[in-house]
């Protein structure tokens, strides 16, 4: 039996193949929609909502 890996807050860990591969995670940034390219807002909210997130209006 292999002994779990602690994961720190902002730090991920995840099993490809036969590599570990980590994550870092410095944060987010909390911005418009309108700042993404190749989708426009009004479509990344619908994304959100049909995966059941929140989306930025309720923030």
């Keep these: 039996m292999t002994k779990p890996i602690w994961q720190a807050p902002a730090i ?11 994550i870092l995670s410095d944060g987010y940034l909390d911005v418009s929609f309108e700042l993404l390219s190749g989708i426009d807002g009004s479509r990344a909210e619908q994304l959100l909502q049909k995966r059941g997130s929140a989306g930025a209006a309720a923030y």
């Design 12 to 22: 991920n860990r995840k099993k490809v193949g036969d590599m570990l591969v980590t």
